[in-house]
């Protein structure tokens, strides 16, 4: 039988771009995402540019399939009931209590949504993971989902999803592949080809992976340490051009031209961000030493350790082009989401940025395009309070911080400006007029390696891109 009905508990990144592109594509199915945060699913039922989650292309296919086929809903009873296929997307974000704290992932979450799932369900279901869960997390959700003793079947696929923020749309459209696990049973064989034919609508065949459902849990962790270790190679070479004279851009190219290596991910950064990579890393990190593979938890241990000395190296460069003194320093940031493209600020070296900054002294300007200011400000107000400052020492340091909807009131009076996140708008802003208003030293750190340098050196202004020495200006 063909499936009619899917729900997916879990409105956010995930659960909203895959749910939107699954109706888009399939129009003869219903499809209904449920999340718990009322807010957030009058956000998703609003107009189009107010949704929760921003990437290119989502606006359209919203607007295309909403109270069509595809439906946002708090109603986790009845959706429940109704859908024979049943995602699970929710947020398993690192444990910070309890047994594996500050590493395991934690699957309240996860296990919430089984809870749900076993009670509000009179039928068979097919339940699939699509959260990104430590191996073995399916043994787990069978245990939970076979509680109640009603006589029904759950039969659980592993489906992980590959998309990045910033491109899930075309992500989604064109995935390199698509990853089923599950049982090889007659009920897992069957459940497999169900969700195989929805995919199969728009994804060639021989992009879809059938494999077991612990290859399919472990290939997701592996695939993000290995996005992850990339970068943090690069970054870590990064730091040896700069004391050499090494040119990071042509190594990165050299190296890149390897068809064994290849050029993706090789981009030098202030560091990764985002919720994922560090996440999965920690959590992998914790399945190896779980099974005593500690020399294997080192290893990745070890790219979550380079990023933040990334992180650290370059925002520890304000303090230094600004010769230790930030207290009379203005100190604008320029991107507050973690990559381009997304209004996600998790995990963003922007926040680590500003921390650092604010607390030596400085007083910070930030402008980000697709970021809500509301969010800015509360992203820096848990990280001051993640440090445990008294709430007046907060206050104190919150008055030094001002969000801005524009570039240029933003950049105003500021001595330093640091690019921290690859928005195109950053290539191509008026330097005329920014060399106007910035003060002495008019200093840029490029975050991202994005800027002119020659063009700016130039102008007049001073300016640190990681990687790449300029001897000439003493920034070393
Ligand atoms: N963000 C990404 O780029 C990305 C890519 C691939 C995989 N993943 C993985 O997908 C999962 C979801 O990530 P995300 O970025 O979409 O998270 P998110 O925080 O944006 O969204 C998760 C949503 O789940 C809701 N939720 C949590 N528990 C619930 C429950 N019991 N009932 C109803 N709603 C509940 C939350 O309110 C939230 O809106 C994570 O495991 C993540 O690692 C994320």
């Excluded at 981009?267 to 294997?296: H, M, Q, W």
């Excluded at 195109?424 to 910035?438: A, G, N, P, R, V």
Aim: charged letters at 25%; aromatic letters at 8%; proline letters at 3%.
């Amino acid at each position: 039988m063909k499936v009619k009905n899917i729900a997916c508990i879990g409105a956010g990144f995930v659960g909203g771009p895959t749910m939107a592109v699954i109706a888009l594509k399939c129009p003869e199915i219903r499809v209904t995402v449920l999340d718990s945060n009322e807010h957030k699913i009058n956000l998703w039922n609003n107009t189009v540019d107010k949704l929760p989650v921003y990437e290119p292309g989502l606006a359209e296919i919203i607007e295309e399939v909403r109270d069509k086929n595809l439906f946002f809903s708090t109603d986790i009873k009845n959706t429940i009931d109704q859908a024979e296929m049943i995602f699970m997307a929710v947020n398993t974000p690192t444990k910070i209590e309890g047994e594996g704290k500050g590493y395991a992932a934690d699957l309240s979450n996860i296990e919430k949504c089984a809870r749900e799932i076993s009670k509000y369900s009179n039928s068979d279901k097919i339940v699939i993971e699509k959260s990104t869960l430590p191996v073995r997390t399916a043994e787990k959700v069978k245990q939970i989902l076979n509680q109640s003793n009603k006589k029904i079947h759950f039969e659980v696929l592993s489906n992980p999803e590959f998309l990045a923020e910033g491109t899930a749309i075309n992500d989604l459209f064109k995935s390199d592949r698509v990853i089923i696990g599950g049982d090889n049973t007659k009920s897992g064989r069957v459940a497999i080809e169900k969700l195989k034919k929805i995919y199969q609508r728009w994804i060639p065949s021989n992009k879809i992976l059938i494999t077991n459902v612990w290859s399919s849990e472990l290939s997701k962790l592996v695939s993000n340490a290995m996005l992850a270790q990339r970068i943090s190679s690069i970054n870590s070479i990064s730091s040896i051009c700069e004391r050499t004279g090494a040119d990071i851009i042509e190594i990165s190219k050299a190296v890149g031209m390897d068809k064994r290596i290849g050029p993706e991910f090789l981009k030098p950064s202030i560091g990764f961000g985002g919720s994922c990579f560090k996440k999965d890393i920690l959590n992998l990190v914790y399945i190896a030493r779980t099974y005593d593979l500690n020399e294997v938890a080192d290893y990745w241990e070890g790219v979550i350790q380079i990023n933040k000395f990334q992180t650290d190296r370059v925002s520890d460069k304000v303090e230094e082009f600004l010769n230790g003194d930030l207290s009379k320093n203005t100190i604008s940031i320029l991107g507050w989401a973690f990559k381009k493209n997304t209004n996600d600020s998790r995990e963003s070296a922007s926040i680590q940025v500003a921390l650092n900054t604010l607390i030596k002294g400085g007083s910070i300007r930030i402008y980000d395009p697709m970021v809500s200011i509301e969010k800015i400000y509360n992203d820096i107000n848990t990280g001051l309070q993640n440090k445990n400052f008294s709430i007046a020492k907060i206050n104190k340091l919150m008055s030094k911080v001002k969000a801005y909807k524009g570039i240029y009131n933003t950049i105003k009076d500021s001595n330093l400006l640091i690019v921290c996140t690859e928005w195109d708008e950053f290539k191509t802003m008026d330097w005329d007029e920014i060399y106007q208003l910035m003060k002495d030293p008019k200093t840029i750190i490029d975050g991202r390696n994005i800027l002119n340098k020659e063009d700016l050196i130039k102008r007049g202004f001073k300016i640190y891109s990681i990687g790449q020495v300029w001897k000439k200006l003493k920034f070393q």
